[in-house]
């Protein structure tokens, strides 16, 4: 089991989660990703999921996180 993941989106590094516990922690590699900055997850497959929403629908995040 490892301790850190790069996440991917469409070939393009989105960010890294960084093990704490049984979570991890996201930390964005790209502004598109900011909103998700600090974001605990589960598991990395929630993390991925998340990202890949916000690559498909980026205006909707933006608006979220303001």
Do not use: C, W
């Not at 989660?17 to 909103?35: C, D, K, N, P, V």
Request: charge should be negative.
């Amino acid at each position: 089991m490892f301790d850190n993941y790069i996440i991917e989106i469409d070939d393009e590094a989105a960010g890294i989660l960084i093990r704490s516990g049984r979570s991890f922690a996201f930390h964005a590699l790209e502004g598109a990703f900011a909103t998700l900055e600090g974001q605990i997850f589960t598991d990395v497959i929630a993390a991925e999921r998340a990202a890949r929403k916000i690559r498909r629908h980026p205006t909707t995040q933006l608006a979220r996180a303001s």
